[in-house]
């Protein structure tokens, strides 16, 4: 692990050398890193989308790093996803905290405005981390186009995967639940307007 790759016990592994960063002194004092490239963001268009037929709304932003100038669109949820996985790759970093969560408002203008300003500050403090920035984590986050960014771990898949097929179900009941209300309200309908003409 970690403590052997520190204590030099693991000298077999290859890094490449795209991975490899160079610290240099300056001044005989200051450490800086060599030739670190960040990673500027910039996030507009707030969206507010719906799913479950409209039981759920969310707010979706879209990302356009300077890099590739690809716009991908993300949701809170997928900014959340992003904060662990960066926990979880980097347990020796300190990774910023995310903008805090709402309950109450987060479908106001001013909160959304905000929460996209905080978002925008908080992924560009990220492009900003010579490490971090040009990880493959971030590079999945900020490029993959796809309703959310996959899991990497088994365990998260088979979660996914399982809401996933629950929400299916959960879209396909309620189909038939609108089909069935709206086949009632018909033959109903149908039976006043047959009772009044008699």
Request: net charge positive; proline share 5%.
């Amino acid at each position: 692990g970690a403590e052997d790759f520190i204590l030099g016990k693991e000298k077999d592994q290859a890094i490449a050398v795209g991975e490899t960063i160079t610290i240099v002194t300056t001044n005989n004092i200051d450490l800086v890193w060599q030739n670190a490239q960040s990673i500027s963001v910039e996030i507009t268009e707030p969206i507010k989308k719906q799913k479950f037929k409209g039981m759920k709304s969310f707010m979706s932003y879209h990302i356009t790093p300077h890099t590739t100038n690809l716009t991908v669109e993300r949701r809170y949820k997928q900014f959340d996803w992003f904060h662990d996985r960066l926990g979880e790759k980097f347990p020796c970093l300190i990774i910023p905290p995310l903008p805090e969560k709402a309950v109450v408002g987060k479908f106001q203008e001013e909160f959304i405005e905000q929460r996209r300003d905080k978002l925008e500050n908080w992924l560009n403090r990220i492009g900003r981390h010579p490490i971090i920035a040009h990880s493959t984590v971030t590079r999945h986050f900020l490029t993959v186009k796809c309703e959310a960014p996959l899991p990497d771990t088994l365990a998260s898949e088979s979660y996914v995967g399982s809401f996933s097929t629950f929400s299916k179900k959960m879209e396909s009941n309620l189909d038939r639940l609108v089909k069935y209300l709206t086949s009632t309200i018909t033959s109903r309908d149908k039976m006043l307007t047959y009772s009044a003409s008699l």
